[in-house]
């Protein structure tokens, strides 16, 4: 098994341009979610899902959108890159919760200039 | 807000040394609390996870033990070598189900 794979593992964007993290998971968990990590901060959690068709805000949501169409894919888009959002991400996904036992990807660092 | 602190944010020991990374927590009404790794470069690992209604748990060299009262955990490593080098991670989940985390304690492990 793959576990939970994002791409792309690294990106630098201009400010006020917009992309997309991908993030995939083939363990057929219901429970997905994106964090930030930067340095001093620990990780925050930005968005999250409870299961296909269901997203909702996390701590840090402004200037983040997420969708989930299929159990499997849970993108987050960047709608207007911005320096403050350099840092890095990552996707996290578990079989029991948001605080179950997590299963995370590799991270995608991110640097808007 | 739950506020979780992890101290020292560095740590280097000689290989071989018993070790203890310390976690606190203001707010004992916890789900549970879990410690992860984390490689430089690299995601988070789950270690060990803790419910709220257990004392310990244990995997291999790992024993992670969990006070709510006193709103502390310990993550013990029997016999450090230098493989276990890497950042600990606390994160605690509330009743909102969801984690907050540590900023992490940076282990370095000298042969």
């Known amino acids: 098994n793959a576990g939970v794979t994002q791409t792309p593992k690294f990106q630098v964007l201009k400010t006020g341009q917009s992309m997309t993290l991908q993030c995939a998971q083939d363990m057929n968990h219901e429970y997905m979610s994106w964090y930030r990590q930067d340095p001093g901060m620990g990780l925050r959690l930005i968005h999250y899902s409870v299961g296909a068709g269901i997203t909702d805000q996390g701590e840090v949501p402004n200037g983040y959108n997420v969708s989930r169409s299929t159990t499997e894919d849970f993108p987050l888009r960047l709608l207007s890159a911005a320096p403050s959002q350099t840092s890095v991400y990552f996707c996290?996904?578990?079989?029991?919760?948001?605080?179950?036992?997590?299963?995370f990807g590799e991270g995608s660092r991110l640097t808007v200039l | 807000k739950q506020e979780v602190t992890q101290i020292p944010a560095a740590l280097s020991v000689p290989e071989g040394e018993n070790l203890v990374l310390n976690c606190s927590f203001t707010d004992s009404a916890i789900y549970n609390l879990q410690w992860f790794r984390q490689d430089p470069g690299k995601g988070l690992t789950s270690l060990l996870l803790i419910q709220s209604s257990q004392r310990e748990q244990t995997s291999g060299r790992l024993n992670a033990s969990l006070d709510k009262s006193s709103g502390r955990s310990t993550l013990y490593i029997a016999a450090s070598q230098p493989g276990d080098s890497a950042t600990y991670l606390c994160?605690?989940?509330?009743?909102?189900?969801?984690?907050?985390f540590g900023k992490g304690i940076t282990l370095s492990v000298r042969p």
């Open positions: 996290a996904s578990s079989y029991s919760g948001l605080a179950g036992e997590l299963f």
């Open positions: 994160a605690v989940g509330g009743a909102n189900s969801k984690l907050t």
